[in-house]
C-alpha cells in the first residue's frame, strides 16, 4: 500500500512539473495568452497556465467558441496564441478553428490532454484517436508521453521549441501537441523547481535579392497597362502606383483601402464589364485572396501577359490559374528600382472611373435613404471593423470605403459562417480598441452561445436580420426550393438572446440612430429579404449608363 501511494505521489507531481515546464518554455517563446476550455485531464495544464506569471488567460465553456475566439486574438495580436482542452469531443470541436486559421495562415497552438497508452482501443469513456486528428491542417503535430521521471527534463523544452518555430515560420499555422496524463493528474505539492528555459529562436525574413528586385522592376516597366491588387500590407503599393502610374485595387481586408486608392474596383469591372480600353496588360499582387469573385472572372477573361505575385509563403494562392511569377519575400526596394513614369491616361481613367462610381454610389443613398444592408455599409464609420461572411462582406466588397488607416478583419480561410461572433471578440480583446462588426442572421444563430464572450467588450455587434440566407438569392434557384432548402427562414426575436447574455439591445430604424449607437450594444437592423439583389442591380445599372456616357480618353 505504501509504495503505491509514493507511485500515484509521483504521478501527480510530474504531471505538474512537465505541465509547468511547457507553460514555461511557450511563455518564454512569446506565447502570453492561453485560452482553456474546462475539463478534467487538462487540469495539470490548466493549473500551470493560471498559475504562470506572464500568462493571461481567457475561459470559455464552448470548445468551438474558444477555438475562434483564440484565431481572432491571434488575428488582431499578430503572435501565437494557445488553445488547452480536455480529451474526446473537446478536441473535435476546435477542427473548425484549426481549419480556418491553416488557410489563413494563423498560428494556434493547440494542447490537448489524452489518456494513457493503456486506456486507449479499449472503450475506456472520452477517449478517441486524437493524434492525426487536425493532420492535413497543421503545420506540426506532436505528442508528449504521460510523464516520466526517466526522460530528461529538457525534452519538454525541445519539443515546445520545436513546435513554436513551426506555428511561427511562413507559411504560419496551427499546431497540435497531444498530452498523455494519468491519474492523479496534480496533487497539492506544486512548488517542485523546474528546469529554465532550454532553447531561443530566432525568426527571420526572407528579403528578395536586390538582382532580382532589379529583373522585376524592369519587366513590370515594360508594361503601361496594368494594376496592383493588395490583400494585406504592402508598404510599397502606394510609391510603385505612382512610378508605374498602375492603380491600386484594395481587397476589402486591406488596411490599403482608403478613399485614395480604387476602392470601387468591384463594381466598376461588373459594371465594365469586357470593355477593351481597361484590360490590363499586367498584374501585380501582393497577398493571397480576394473577396471579389467578379475581379478573378475579369482577370481570367483578360488573362494579363504578366501576372507577378508577392507573398510572405510559398503556398499557391492561385484559383484562375494566371499567375505567372511568384516571388517568396518582401521586396523593400522594388520601388527604387521602377523607373518612373510622367502622367498616365491609363491611370487618370482608372481614377475618373473610380470618382464617377463614388458619386454614383452617393446619389443612389442620397435618393434611397431607408435602412437598407447596402446603405449601412456605405455610411459605416469606425477604425477597426470585422465582417461576416456571406452576404455581409460582399455588401462590404462592394460599398464600403474606410478612413485611411482603418482595420478591417474577416475569416476568409475558408470562409465559414462558424464562429465569427467568438473571433470579434478575440479581436476585441487583443487589439483593446472598440470594434464594429457587421454579422448576418444565419451566421449569428450559428454562434449564439459565444455572445457570453462579449460581456463588457467594446464592440458593436451589428446583427442583419432579413430572415434568412438572402445571399442565395443571386443564385438563379427556383421559387420551389429557394424558401425551404436555401433562404430557411426564421421568427427569431434577437432581442431575447441580447437579455438572456446580459447585453444592451438596440434595434434602430434609421442610419443615423445606427450610427449614434454607442458600442458594448447589440444592434438588430430588420430588412427586407430580396432587397440586396434588388439595390445590387439597381446600382449597376445606373453606373452602366454613366459608364456609356463618360468620354474615355484613348487608353
Known amino acids: 500500500m505504501k509504495h503505491q501511494k509514493l507511485m500515484k505521489n509521483d504521478t501527480a507531481t510530474l504531471n505538474g512539473l512537465w505541465a509547468r515546464l511547457l507553460i514555461k518554455e511557450l511563455v518564454h517563446h512569446g506565447v502570453r495568452s492561453f485560452c482553456i476550455a474546462p475539463g478534467s485531464r ?7 497556465a493560471a498559475r504562470a506569471p506572464l500568462a493571461e488567460t481567457f475561459v470559455h465553456y464552448d470548445e468551438r467558441g474558444l477555438g475562434f475566439h483564440a484565431l481572432g486574438y491571434a488575428k488582431s495580436h499578430g503572435r501565437p496564441v494557445a488553445i488547452i482542452v480536455t480529451s474526446g469531443t473537446a478536441v473535435g470541436n476546435l477542427l473548425p478553428a484549426v481549419m480556418e486559421a491553416h488557410h489563413d495562415h494563423i498560428p494556434l497552438i493547440i494542447l490537448t490532454a489524452d489518456r494513457p497508452p493503456e486506456l486507449q482501443d479499449c472503450g475506456a469513456n472520452q477517449t478517441s484517436v486524437q493524434r492525426g486528428l487536425f493532420k492535413e491542417f497543421v503545420r506540426w503535430e506532436g505528442e508528449l508521453p504521460c510523464p516520466d521521471g526517466k526522460v530528461v527534463q529538457s525534452y519538454v523544452g525541445t519539443t515546445v521549441s520545436q513546435m513554436v518555430s513551426h506555428a511561427s515560420l511562413e507559411p504560419r499555422g496551427p499546431v497540435h501537441l497531444n498530452c498523455q496524463f494519468r491519474k492523479p493528474f496534480f496533487g497539492k505539492d ?13 525568426f527571420g525574413k526572407r528579403v528578395v ?93 483578360k488573362r494579363p ?12 494562392k492561385d484559383p484562375i490559374h494566371g499567375v505567372t511569377h511568384r516571388v517568396v519575400g518582401e521586396v523593400p526596394n522594388l520601388p ?26 452617393a446619389a443612389y443613398f442620397d435618393h434611397h435613404q431607408e435602412l437598407t444592408e447596402p446603405h449601412l455599409f456605405h455610411r459605416l ?13 460582399r455588401n462590404a466588397d462592394a460599398f464600403f470605403v474606410p478612413e485611411k488607416g482603418a482595420q478591417t478583419f474577416g475569416n476568409r480561410g475558408l470562409s465559414g459562417i462558424d464562429g465569427n461572433i467568438a473571433t470579434v471578440a478575440g479581436i476585441a480583446r487583443g487589439c483593446e480598441r472598440p470594434v464594429t462588426a457587421l454579422i448576418g442572421d444565419q451566421a449569428f444563430l450559428h454562434d449564439l452561445s459565444s455572445l457570453a464572450q462579449l460581456k463588457d467588450l467594446p464592440v458593436k455587434l451589428i446583427v442583419i436580420n432579413n430572415q434568412g440566407g438572402d445571399i442565395f438569392s443571386f443564385l438563379p434557384i427556383d421559387q420551389d426550393l429557394f424558401k425551404p432548402y436555401f433562404s430557411t427562414p426564421h421568427t427569431a426575436d434577437f432581442k431575447h438572446a441580447a437579455s438572456l447574455f446580459g447585453l444592451r439591445y438596440e434595434n434602430p430604424t434609421t442610419i443615423d440612430e445606427l450610427l449614434e449607437i454607442p458600442h458594448g450594444t447589440l444592434v ?30 484613348d487608353l
Not at 535579392?209 to 529583373?215: L, R, V
Not at 502622367?343 to 454614383?360: I, M, P, R, V
Not at 427586407?528 to 442591380?537: A, E, F, M, S, V
Request: proline share 3%.
Open 190 to 202: 506544486e512548488q517542485v523547481t523546474s528546469h529554465q528555459a532550454q532553447t531561443s529562436l530566432s
Open 524 to 553: 438588430e437592423v430588420k430588412t427586407k429579404p430580396g432587397d440586396n439583389l434588388k439595390i445590387h442591380q439597381e446600382v449597376l445599372e445606373n453606373l452602366k449608363i454613366s459608364i456609356n456616357r463618360f468620354n474615355q480618353p
Open 305 to 316: 501577359k504578366v501576372y507577378c505575385q508577392i507573398a510572405s509563403h510559398h503556398k499557391r
Open 381 to 393: 464609420e469606425g477604425e477597426v471593423f470585422f465582417f461576416a461572411n456571406s452576404m455581409v462582406i
Open 209 to 301: 535579392e536586390d538582382k532580382e528586385q532589379i529583373e522585376l522592376a524592369e519587366m513590370l516597366g515594360q508594361y503601361e497597362k496594368g494594376v496592383i491588387l493588395v490583400s494585406g500590407e504592402a508598404k510599397e503599393a502606394e510609391e510603385l502606383s505612382k512610378r508605374l502610374q498602375w492603380p491600386i485595387f484594395p481587397d476589402v481586408l486591406s488596411p490599403v483601402r482608403s478613399r485614395e486608392t480604387a476602392s470601387y474596383y468591384d463594381l466598376m469591372i461588373r459594371a465594365i464589364g469586357t470593355h477593351e480600353d481597361f484590360a490590363p496588360n499586367a498584374v501585380l499582387q501582393f497577398g493571397d485572396r480576394f473577396v471579389s469573385s467578379a475581379l478573378y472572372d475579369w482577370l481570367s477573361f
Open 336 to 361: 527604387c528600382y521602377v523607373q518612373e513614369r510622367s502622367s498616365s491616361k491609363w491611370l487618370d481613367g482608372w481614377k475618373e472611373l473610380n470618382e464617377l462610381t463614388a458619386k454614383g454610389v
Open 42 to 48: 487538462s487540469s495539470a495544464l490548466v493549473a500551470a
